[in-house]
């Protein structure tokens, strides 16, 4: 939530009013909304995959192989390239370390 809208949720709560709130949210068996600036990089993209990501029904959530494939097509390796090596990195292929 915090990388792409640059705001904690739930405006900041902590402690019991956090706890209430999430509450209410399991009671009612809601997921969470976010919104995100109209500037946001990937704007659309990101709310929708969170939306998928915090459904309430574990069993309904992408699993993380999912996750990263969509985020890696979001984006091509030149243009990362221009976002910082953080990025870059993420869209390097990778190895698994048994492989030698």
């Not at 946001?40 to 959530?61: P, V």
Request: charge should be neutral; charged fraction near 25%; proline fraction near 4%.
């Amino acid at each position: 939530h915090l990388a792409i809208t640059s705001k904690l949720p739930f405006d900041g709560a902590k402690g019991s009013r956090l706890q209430k709130i999430l509450q209410d949210l399991i009671v009612q068996k809601q997921s969470v909304t976010l919104e995100a600036p109209e500037e946001s990089l990937f704007r659309e993209e990101s709310l929708q995959m969170c939306a998928k990501c915090m459904r309430f029904e574990a069993r309904e959530r992408p699993d993380i192989q999912t996750v990263h494939k969509a985020i890696k097509g979001w984006i091509g390796i030149s243009a990362a390239s221009d976002l910082g090596i953080a990025l870059t990195t993420v869209m390097l292929p990778t190895r698994d370390w048994h492989d030698g």
